[in-house]
């Protein structure tokens, strides 16, 4: 068991963002470290990948979760289980005799070239990373974004489009994640409005929706977006790991934020 000494602390009102950057490829000899503390299924969702810089994608999204939450309660990283909400969200299985993992929450994303872990204790949280310098799928924002964040991505020049659209994928993905509801909520539904430097506005077609959702975006590097959706405002501490080798704090500026009460419902189109 890990002493108490050793683990970090969460206060209320933080949230922990790990951020894990990899290759193609990894080294053989800490895959096979890595290897020892999955369970037999997860080692055989691993071998379902056809591509080896997907298994190792995966290989080291498990080992992440497992290492990182074990910083956080005296729990071995191999002894973590988990079970999977209605719609599929993974969370963890409390364990009642160990108080530490009472109200631990976590949530999880990657994209090429980076994995991006959030921690919080008793926040709904929802995180989303995107790597930036592929294509941003443009002719998607008409058909599924609501009609204010068409417009207002339309009306920007051409060359600025691509990255809006990277702050509104983000945004709407961290929201749906922090819901658990996946794309069984629209994504024409809810909106947000970036027109406003530094702002985060975000508004519900539901007016009897809860629309007091907070929202940060950082860009941690300069091929990825990160967006997080919590459901209380909160500090964000980075932290930069690869899992078995090292950790080191990473200072990350916020590019956006929520800073005005929420905005319901979305103005007709």
């Known amino acids: 068991m890990h002493r108490a000494a050793l683990l970090i602390p969460l206060p209320a009102g933080d949230i922990h963002l790990w951020l894990c950057p990899y290759g193609d490829s990894g080294d053989p000899a800490l895959d096979a470290s890595y290897r020892a503390l999955l369970t037999p299924q997860e ?4 071998d379902r990948f056809h591509f080896a810089r997907d298994r190792h994608r995966y290989l080291l999204t498990r080992v992440l979760v497992r290492k990182i939450l074990s910083r956080y309660a005296p729990i071995e990283p ?3 289980r988990f079970a999977n909400g209605p719609f599929g969200r993974p969370r963890i299985d409390d364990d009642p005799d160990v108080e ?4 631990l929450d976590f949530n999880l994303s990657h994209t090429a070239g980076l994995i991006v872990l959030a921690i919080a204790r008793n926040i709904e949280l929802g995180v989303d990373v995107e790597n930036i310098r592929r294509p941003a799928v443009l002719e998607a924002v008409d058909h599924f974004f609501a009609p204010a964040e068409a ?3 339309g009306a920007l020049p051409a060359a600025l489009q691509p990255h809006r659209f990277f702050e509104l994928w983000t945004l709407k993905e961290s929201y ?3 819901r658990g509801m996946g794309l069984q909520i629209p994504l024409d ?3 947000f409005a970036l027109d406003v430097p530094g702002d985060v506005g975000f508004s519900l077609a539901d007016p009897h929706g809860n629309a007091a959702w907070h929202f940060q975006q950082l860009q941690p590097t300069p091929d990825h977006m990160v967006a997080l959706c919590s459901s209380r405002d909160a500090r964000i ?7 078995l080798q090292w950790e080191r704090p990473l200072e990350v500026a916020t590019e956006r934020a929520s800073k005005i009460p929420p905005l319901s419902p979305i103005p007709p189109s």
Request: proline letters at 4%; glycine letters at 4%; a positive charge.
């Open 100 to 103: 530490e993992t009472r109200g």
């Open 43 to 46: 080692l055989a969702q691993r």
């Open 189 to 191: 539904s809810f909106a």
């Open 78 to 80: 191999h002894d973590w």
């Open 237 to 243: 501490v980075c932290r930069e790991t690869a899992p």
């Open 151 to 153: 417009r207002s991505l």
């Open 176 to 178: 749906i994640k922090a």
